[in-house]
DNA sequence: CTGATTGCAAAGAATTTGCACTGCT
DNA sequence: AGCAGTGCAAATTCTTTGCAATCAG
């Protein structure tokens, strides 16, 4: 396995030592998304961080989104469109996992599994890239929601991903 | 009768199967995703479609890209963003697969597993979803574009995935 | 026939950019 | 002090929608 998961640096280290700026913005954007817990877009993550820092601008926040992602710090995701073509972002945590997302009643499901490593491990050995990361995403009807199908009960409207 | 080929013979039954209506324009779209073989996004996908049939408009691509989306007759992807947000589409003909992108050079390289399948079958049994559709992409660093970092060459600019 | 499908044009959603000002380091 | 970072507003990119005309079944 090509690479091992080293010991992760804290946010503000990780900043110092790459000689990016602190400012009162960025801490309130990772301040907010890191107590999030998941799954924000970048409109709820603005309303939110202005909560910190009225001052925080639409601009910023992308900005700031794009260069999380370049410091491999957050992971984007679509889960699966349920929510017109937004992006979702949350801090990236020890175990990589993937999302399932109901496309019934919204639900969004995380997973983390041997398999999913060892996945990732076999697209490297045989296609010889190095992978830095990594999104799998599905979409179909979770347990309860089949049940209801099949008992015949009316749809619901698909509800914003929690 | 004449031999028909394949793919366009069972999507025709399917769509009226469900009583989906044969226009021109869909045909003219869905001949240009199977004859292209992978990744058009909906630009590309108008642009040769109007080859086959001048009056293809561009609200009628993304209204056919929806219903056979619909139908799971196509598989929408990222490519992690390689070239702006947009979405390109690849015919649901071989079996499922992932997509490795190289952030250097652009290449897009396919790949496909038992283990990918025994991961899906692990979250069915896991979560109790049924999975419809699901989609997995990974983006670093190829093998050649690795070696040539190493050798130091200068980085080439991104190029369109294909 | 007649309702599904279309082209057109305009709107919409999400994200990005140019520029002058601000404030880290 | 110098330049990365910011707010603001406008621009861009990609996708969707309203509506009258058209066409498949």
Sequence with gaps: MPFRKLQRRSLMEDFRARRVRVTAQR?????TIQEAGAHLDAATLLERARQRNASVDRATVYRTLELL???????????????????????KTTSDHTHL???????????????????????ERTTGFRIQVS????????????????????????????
């Design 69 to 91: 992602k370049k410091l491999g710090r957050i992971d984007e995701l679509d889960l699966m469109h349920l929510n017109g073509e937004k992006h979702y972002y949350e801090a």
């Design 101 to 123: 997302a109901c496309f019934r009643c919204g639900k969004i499901v995380e997973f983390a599994s041997e398999v999913y490593e060892e996945l990732k491990a076999e697209m």
């Design 135 to 162: 999104r799998f995403e599905a979409g179909g009807l979770c347990k309860a929601c089949r049940v209801e199908d099949a008992t015949g009960k009316r749809r619901a409207s698909v509800k914003s991903p929690e």
């Design 27 to 31: 801490r309130a954007l990772i301040e």
